[in-house]
């Protein structure tokens, strides 16, 4: 009886132990975890911009891989899609850069000009409904006249826009970081994609189940359907409209062709791009052309948003578009850029938990009267 009354002792006292292991590993865990976050948060947005990249690459890849198998150390195809992703990036940032310096001159040599001499009042403003005169008069009074530009100046403060140029110049260099970490990890990312999905794989079974693996297909067909939705479909109507510019007259049309392609991949950013445009327009006096490439506009991006859109990103996830939009939204607001991409792979994430958490087992199908 002594005996009995000892070993249950022991078990107890063994389960008690078990019970302080299994809390202290997970409090050394979060902890851990924790740490390697704050160690790393300056780094988390580039690390899931190449999650994000590898995502939405990785069916290509694995096509270039199969028809051509990569070496023993697998470095040829990370390598090439790391360098096309890179190129991706920088030859815009390059091709603007030279526009920018084409335009920096043609500014200085107006500016200079209009120093001399003064910048005479637009014939537009005469033609304004209201408030011509007094416009006309406040310009007379402070651009017209030569010298207006030294006396603009004479009021600005230049220890400020030092300090602005200091602060410009790091944040350039901090992104300059960022995005060559991002391309590194995403090198990583391709070269050990399949040992890292395994690991993944494991260790969503062991913490949530099935359930898991089911929540990360979720979010990684949120990502490829947001891809095509968003990226794809805001270069097809950059292009279009591209075009439509380059016929209408609008200055430097595929510069802003451009812009119209990376202003559509935010909800309601189209509009902005060819509505300045249409404004440039109308400035010079081409209003056909103008209300030309605002109707242009409005029917590019009307079918854009209402068709094809909802199809792309929407038929991937089986996710209503309501609910891609607030999350695109959302997501901009609370990550930036990075959003577009983050915010619907968790709402597609949160849709899925709710379906299987309302959906009606067969026990309580039965009990339904």
């Known amino acids: 009886m002594h005996s009995d009354e000892q070993s249950g002792t022991h078990a107890f006292t063994a389960r008690e132990d078990d019970r302080a292991q299994v809390a202290a590993r997970i409090a050394l865990a979060a902890a851990l975890v924790g740490l390697g976050l704050y160690i790393l948060s300056d780094f988390l947005r580039a690390l899931v911009w190449a999650v994000v990249l590898a995502i939405a690459l990785w069916p ?102 030092r300090e602005v140029t200091k602060t410009v110049g790091a944040n350039l260099a901090h992104r300059v970081v960022l995005f060559g970490f991002a391309l590194l990890t995403l090198f990583f990312l391709f070269r050990d994609g399949r040992t890292v999905v395994a690991q993944s794989l494991t260790a969503s079974h062991r913490l949530f189940g099935p359930r898991g693996e089911r929540v990360a297909r979720q979010m990684v067909a949120s990502v490829h359907g947001t891809v095509d939705g968003l990226v794809l479909v805001g270069i097809g109507e950059g292009i279009l409209l591209g075009i439509v510019y380059w016929f209408a007259g ?12 990376v202003a559509a991949m935010i909800p309601f950013g189209a509009p902005v791009a060819f509505g300045l445009a249409a404004l440039l327009l109308v400035g010079n006096g081409s209003v056909v052309p103008a209300l030309v490439v605002a109707a242009a506009g409005l029917v590019v991006t009307f079918v854009a948003d209402h068709f094809v859109r909802p199809a792309l990103i929407g038929g991937t996830t089986r996710l209503p578009f309501v609910w891609v939009l607030l ?15 983050v915010g619907p792979a968790v709402m597609a994430a949160l849709i899925l938990l709710w379906r299987e958490f309302t959906e009606a087992r067969p026990a309580e199908t039965q009990a339904l009267p």
């Open 60 to 161: 290509l890849y694995v096509k270039a891989e199969r028809r051509f198998p990569p070496g023993r150390h697998n470095i040829l195809w990370p390598s090439l899609f790391t360098a096309v992703v890179a190129l991706a990036f920088l030859i815009p940032v390059v091709l603007l850069a030279v526009e920018a310096v084409g335009e920096a001159r043609e500014l200085l040599g107006y500016a200079k000009a209009a120093e001399e001499s003064g910048i005479p009042v637009p014939a537009i403003v005469a033609k304004l409904p209201f408030g011509a005169p007094q416009v006309t008069d406040w310009w007379n009074a402070n651009l017209a006249h030569a010298g207006w530009a030294k006396e603009m100046l004479g009021h600005v403060n230049t220890a400020s826009n």
């Open 250 to 261: 609008v200055p430097h049309p595929i510069l802003f062709g451009a812009v119209t392609a």
């Open 327 to 341: 999350g695109i939204l959302g997501g901009v607001e609370t990550f930036g850029l990075l959003g577009l991409f």
